[in-house]
């Protein structure tokens, strides 16, 4: 089957690095995806990993690592409008261009 | 800009009526996706479509169908709406090709209350 775990919830302050983690189980694995989802809107695309390592955007990195199933966002900077949640979701072959998603993280920033 | 939009923000129907969430996408891509999104549970996938008239069972595919008659539309349909179907429903759509990361997009959402 396939598994994807997060933590539930985070706090951090303003100008602060905070790092959020996903660990997965899936058979097939063909990308991982970070998307961040502000309250009452949609999932917005910040992310993708399909080979080992870090890559970074900006304030924003994500990292993988195909042998641990593990993958991390990592926040510089922080700033209040980065409280939001944030979904891992993770491809494989057998489901195509289909997701399977976390239960999301929620981040909460403070001044 | 890109886009998919949904038939309604929020709808409240009772018990046992017949649900139609509609989702038009203007990217001209070939895949949508019907998710739904509780509290402590996340995102869910309940079908997903890669063509005109083709349909594959997401996770949670009881209870529902849809519907793919366009390559911009995709309908999701709840033939007898029960209160366990009240949720906040997701569309989003993706290029074909399973190459470099294709991105999904999603809609706004629709919350639905069944009553």
Known sequence: GQNIDQPTEMTATEGAIVQINCTYQTSGFNGLFW???HAGEAPTF??????DGLEEKGR??????????????????????DSASYLCAVRNNQAGTALIFGKGTTLSVSS | DVKVTQSSRY????????????????????????????????????YFSYDVKMKEKGDIPEGYSVSREKKERFSLI??????????MYLCASSKGQVISYNEQFFGPGTRLTVL
């Open chain 1, 35 to 37: 998307y961040q989802q």
């Open chain 1, 46 to 51: 910040l992310s993708y990993n399909v080979l």
């Open chain 1, 60 to 81: 924003f990195s994500s990292f993988l690592s195909r042998s641990k199933g593990y993958s991390y966002l990592l926040l510089k900077e922080l700033q209040m409008k």
């Open chain 2, 11 to 46: 709808l409240v129907k009772r018990t046992g009526e017949k649900v139609f969430l509609e989702c038009v996408q203007d990217m001209d891509h070939e895949n949508m996706f019907w998710y739904r999104q509780d509290p402590g549970l996340g995102l869910r996938l309940i």
């Open chain 2, 78 to 87: 709840l033939e007898s709406a029960s209160t366990n179907q009240t949720s």
